[in-house]
């Protein structure tokens, strides 16, 4: 289930009616400070890298150390990682982070996107049958 359906979802749960079916502006308003406070507790995931690493479902955000070599992070196929959005940062090195697409699939048109600089990001996401740079 997307995000989006899940916090419908739990707006709908949260939407008590008036006993005669009806919908008070007072419930939407309780529903909505309810799903604003869920939204304000959602923690981004952090994965620390100094590898060559595939993708996760759970990946959020990707720091990259490659001091050691060059880094490649592997996304997982779009269709997969459906409207899922992964942010990827190079944080020390001196040699390249390399964020290479599934198979033939590409990023915003390439199969690769390469950070060179320390403190370099790239925010991706799926939409699907391709990954796009926001």
Do not use: C
């Amino acid at each position: 289930m997307s995000d989006k359906a899940t916090t419908e979802a739990n707006i709908d749960a949260l939407l008590p009616t008036n006993g005669l079916g009806e919908i008070t502006a007072v419930d939407v308003a309780d529903a909505i400070k309810e799903a604003v406070d869920f939204a304000d507790t959602v923690q981004l995931t952090l994965n620390n890298i100094t590898t060559d690493t595939t993708a996760v479902l759970t990946d959020q955000v990707v720091t990259v150390d490659d001091t050691a070599g060059d880094v490649t992070y592997t996304l997982l196929p779009a269709a997969t990682a459906h409207e899922r959005q992964i942010t990827v940062k190079k944080i020390a090195g001196p040699n390249l982070t390399i964020i290479q697409a599934d198979g033939s699939e590409t990023i915003d048109g390439a199969n690769t996107v390469t950070l060179t600089t320390q403190y370099e990001s790239v925010t991706i996401y799926s939409t699907s049958t391709e990954w796009i740079i926001l």
